[in-house]
């Protein structure tokens, strides 16, 4: 995420909530499953000053106008971890529609547990993290809503 981009500024959707991006948002959730049978989801810390700073998420940010929710996750992927669209597979995605804003989870599959490297001052560290540990980490409140919806498609 940018603060300067055409799609950057707060948003409120018909459900009462200020939400980030003036067309909606969307991330990247990227998944890898290991040999031994271990799914991995790649995780942002969320710098403490951030907007839910100290929160575990999804890399991603607001969408610019005319994007799609797949170019917008693979743009914030490169921008705030380095991780090139080359090294996944999208598989799906799911949309939290609030009516007047959105947000989309990109769903990815990795094959191997690419390396990535925070980017940007508003990811404290980028990381894979074993999925079974997700529920032991302060999540973000939007990702925490959205993750038993999502995990269903997984
Ligand atoms: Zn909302």
Redesign the pocket.
Known sequence: MKFDGPGDGWA????????WGLYGAAGLLLRHRSADGEDWVLMQHRSWWSHHGDTWGLLGGARTPGESAEQAAAREAWEEAGLAAAEYAVTGSYLDD????SYTTVLAHAEKLVSVTARTEESAEVRWVRQDDLPTLPLHPGFADTWPAVAALL
């Open positions: 409120w959707c018909e459900l009462g909530h200020r939400h609030h009516r007047g804003w």
